[in-house]
């Protein structure tokens, strides 16, 4: 009896591995019909495994652009940045909120309002997004005259304005045809951060969609970036999705790159950058050429990269 009872663990031990091993070559099977699936039309065994180490954040091209990024194995020397053929933001402090403050000619620390000011073109006001600061924080455009405020603009940010507790711009652009891109931080109720287009010739706003700072970049966080193409044309980039990869060290998913000219008012996105080719470091332009220099900061990916990009069919 005693020789029965021994033997019952170690069948039951027996059963138990055949089954593990079972359920391996099941799950095995299993991923690699579902890469077959994925690389259908490649054909061979070795296209189908391989699918199983495709890019998860994948880069994204207009198709007038061609479709792709161009990799590239050195950066050529960029051409310098025109100056732009529109007036560009101011950043002054004004010494108390609108309409009764009055605007310094500069931004000071701690002031009770901020102004981001672009002047006005054709006869038009100069129009600025104004931040009051206290006990809530709020934010709203208003015309200025010299150094007073003039009349608000009506153009809300978001039909879910009611529902913010408080919010403020961390930075602004101004753009080709009387347009302003700006960052806005609000609680609705939780904290978020988006980017917005504002057209000063229409008083409307228009939300572009969520943002993350440039997390190599450091502190204080940017936001938003530009390049100048030409008088007329800007690049704008920004990124999104945050992935948290160490103590305090994070990365973001995608950057999204937008082109602005007299022919794309409301901004043409010519690319959305997946980390799996890197995010830029370095940006420039050659001719009608967009040159990129990027990096992947994961660890487990890590690597350097230089695209280019034509846009001579947009711009």
Known sequence: MSARLAFVPAVIRSMARRAAQGCGVLLMAAALGGCEQAVSGEGGNSSMVFGLFKSKYRTT???????????????????????????????VSADAPPPSGTLAAERRDRPPAEAFIVDGAAG????????????????????VDGRRFGKARTATFDASQPRWLMWASEAALALPVDRILFHLSYHDPRARNAVFLYDTASDRVR??????????????????????????VALV?????????????????????????????????????????GHVRRWGMVGSRLWLETADDRASQAGRFIWSLDLAPVL
């Open 61 to 91: 091209v207009r198709p007038e652009l061609g479709g792709a990024l161009k990799r590239e194995s050195a950066l050529p020397a960029f051409q310098p940045q025109p100056k732009p053929a529109y007036p560009v933001v101011r950043n």
């Open 124 to 143: 038009r006001p100069a129009v600025a997004l104004v931040n009051t600061y206290g006990d809530k924080r709020s934010a709203g455009f208003w015309e």
């Open 207 to 232: 939300r572009l969609g969520d943002v993350e700072p440039d997390w190599p970049r450091g502190l204080p966080p940017q936001y938003l970036d530009s390049l100048q193409v030409r008088p007329d």
């Open 237 to 277: 980039r920004y990124g999104a999705e945050r992935e948290r990869i160490g103590t305090q060290q994070y990365v973001n998913h995608f950057e999204h790159i937008l082109l602005f000219s007299p022919r794309h008012p409301d901004g043409l996105e010519i690319a959305t950058l997946g980390l799996d080719d």
